[in-house]
């Protein structure tokens, strides 16, 4: 990607101590700010743009109003509630158990890949994977740094991992019955009301198909369950053999392909 990397706009002197590790631990160029604006910076580098600030990570794409930040986002809602009568429609299609591992083959903001941490708890294992290298990093630094939260989500991020790469590529290196349960959120294919959130991370979001080949290599890593979230209207649960819990008036659904070592 053609990113540059430079300071928030207010205390720019002192952030850009910090902005040049970002841009080192990512081997991206570090510009100076020069107390100009973002739009003024994306027209004249015609890059992309990450901001380090105080508090986030921003990037900037050309063309686009709202940049991609960590936010824990729907996350804290679901975790509140399911802290409150342990239940969440997808800790419950994955059937998560205590000290069981999870591997997210689409991370994006971590917000089910929290709710796995919560489920599974401390001695358990959360792996989140995500291709865009960017995306990732600023997702694991806000996992690392969020302090505005619930105790236990806040011990949550602080235990997941999280990887850049393929899925597919990951899949093939690991060992058979490597995690409990594989976890598949794609891109829908079908627009949704979004947040805030999901909408900025759009534009970098990674979106070649699920395929037949990667579902398998999921079911061979996965000792139990291989779990897809998708659109209601989604051709994919039928087309790659995955078994649909219903929801009444849900925008999307999850569906589960139990590994056939484990069906009794």
Known sequence: MNVNVTTARKRADK?????KQVADDLQMP???RQDRSVEQLLAEWETDLLVVGSNRLSLYRQGQNVPFFYHPNAAQVRAKAYLKNGYDTFIETAAL?????VLDCTLGLAADALMAKLAVGPSGRVTG?????IMAYIVKTGLRSWQDAHPSLLSAMR?????TGHHFHLLKSLPDNSFDVVYFD???EVTIHASIGIQALKPFAHYEPLSQEIVQEALRVAKRRVVLKDH???SRF??????????????FQYGMIDNETEVK
């Open 15 to 19: 952030l850009e101590a910090p902005a």
């Open 30 to 32: 570090f510009r100076q």
């Open 97 to 101: 158990k205590t000290g069981e591992s």
């Open 129 to 133: 994977v995500e291709a865009n290298p």
């Open 159 to 163: 235990t997941i991992e999280v990887m």
């Open 186 to 188: 794609p891109m829908f």
């Open 232 to 234: 209601w209207q989604s």
């Open 238 to 251: 039928s087309e790659l053999g995955f078994q649909v819990r219903k929801r009444r008036v849900a925008e």
